[in-house]
């Protein structure tokens, strides 16, 4: 009896693990959190931006200066991308819009990176220096 109340036991909390962590995987990354960010681009700085992935802070930044000028686009297994912010396209003089969080590289699309409160995403308009 206690074997199978053990196994019973066992089996629900893996079962209960299984949701959790489903859950934590499933959460979509457009939500937005409870904090502020800091979003540097070019010689521009915002405070007080309200914490969600790089792409929804772009585009709340985007919709309260039009000036900003956001164009994006998304690409098929990677995400999406900057095309366009204050007029300058990338591939313009070869220079591409790049961005970093608290000064290190994103190895994922402006979508898929949810930031945390305190952080800085700083963006640049350089050459690529992969």
Do not use: C, H
Request: no cysteine.
């Amino acid at each position: 009896m206690k074997k199978t109340s053990f196994l019973v036991t066992l089996g629900l909390g893996i079962l209960a693990m299984g949701l959790i962590s489903t859950s934590f995987i499933m959460t979509p990354a457009v939500e937005t959190g409870s904090g502020y960010v800091t979003v540097e681009i070019q010689d521009r700085t915002f405070t007080k931006v309200p914490v969600g992935t790089v792409l929804s802070v772009l585009q709340a930044l985007d919709a309260e200066n039009p000036t900003l000028k956001l164009e994006t686009k998304a690409y098929v297994g990677l995400g999406t991308l900057v095309t366009t912010l204050y007029g300058l396209e990338n591939g313009t003089e070869q220079k591409y819009w790049q961005y970093e969080v608290n000064g290190a590289a994103p190895l994922v699309a402006v979508d898929a990176y949810m930031l945390a409160p305190g952080d800085l995403v700083t963006w640049e308009f350089k050459e690529s220096e992969m």
